[in-house]
């Protein structure tokens, strides 16, 4: 059975950060695993994504903020987020893609408030 599970999540203040971690368990061979978000009343959009390859892509909204990292031997990836912004809130979720299946994590709320 296929886990994909976050932790990190929680408040911040702007200009703060945070770091989001990922695992997922009962898969192998992941092609890309990746950071996604949606806030109130918005589509989920990628935030972050690595490759098997090592290839790294990231929202325009977030480059040069946030760093996505992932260890493969441990199907684990992270996120840590930088100078934080208010509309950064938003539920996060990891995904782990193996061609043609994805696989979620059930989410986790980031919240940056003063």
């Known amino acids: 059975q296929v886990q994909v599970v976050e932790s990190g999540g929680g408040l911040a203040q702007p200009g703060g950060s945070l770091r989001l971690s990922c695992a997922a368990s009962?898969?192998?061979?992941?092609?890309?695993m990746g950071w996604y978000r949606q806030a109130p009343g918005k589509q989920r959009e990628l935030v972050a994504s690595?490759?098997?390859?090592?290839?790294?892509n990231y929202a325009n909204s977030v480059k040069g903020r946030f760093t996505i990292s992932r260890d493969n031997g441990k199907n684990t990836v992270y996120l840590q987020m930088n100078s934080l912004k208010p509309e950064d809130t938003a539920v996060y979720y990891c995904?782990?893609?193996?061609?043609?299946?994805?696989?979620w994590g059930q989410g986790t709320q980031v919240t940056v408030s003063s």
């Open positions: 690595f490759t098997s390859g090592g290839s790294t």
């Open positions: 995904n782990a893609h193996r061609n043609p299946f994805d696989y």
């Open positions: 009962g898969i192998f061979l992941i092609d890309i």
